[in-house]
């Protein structure tokens, strides 16, 4: 099972683009409870709920296919097919967006 919060930090300081649009979000810093993301609307930063992060990694842990929209993974959607997109044997797909687990 992925720890976010401990992949998160071996992507501070690293940009991840998003699936499909292929957006760039730079991972700032971890703060308490959330990760601090740059995006080209927000370069100072928003923060995202590691805990929703974590949320997503366990459906596509469980399920080993998930639709990166707003009803299976949140608000942060985009985001967060990112940084499912940098797991071990993340595959994605754009249409439509969704990343799936490889099996070893």
């Known amino acids: 099972m992925t720890d976010a919060r401990a992949h998160l930090n071996s992507l501070v300081g690293t940009t991840i683009h998003t699936v499909g ?3 760039p979000n730079r991972i700032l810093a971890l703060d308490g409870a959330d990760v601090v993301v740059a995006t080209g609307h927000s370069p100072n930063g928003q923060r995202v709920a590691i805990a929703e992060v974590q949320a997503a990694i366990d459906m596509l842990e469980r ?3 998930l639709l990166l929209d707003k009803r299976n993974v949140g608000y942060r959607s985009a985001f967060i097919g990112a940084v499912l997109a940098t797991l071990p044997g993340a595959v994605v797909s ?3 967006r ?3 687990l490889q099996r070893r």
Do not use: H, I, K, S
Request: net charge positive; aromatic share 0%; hydrophobic share 10%.
């Open 21 to 23: 649009q292929d957006r």
């Open 63 to 65: 399920t080993g296919d």
């Open 94 to 96: 754009t249409r439509p």
């Open 98 to 100: 969704r990343v799936r």
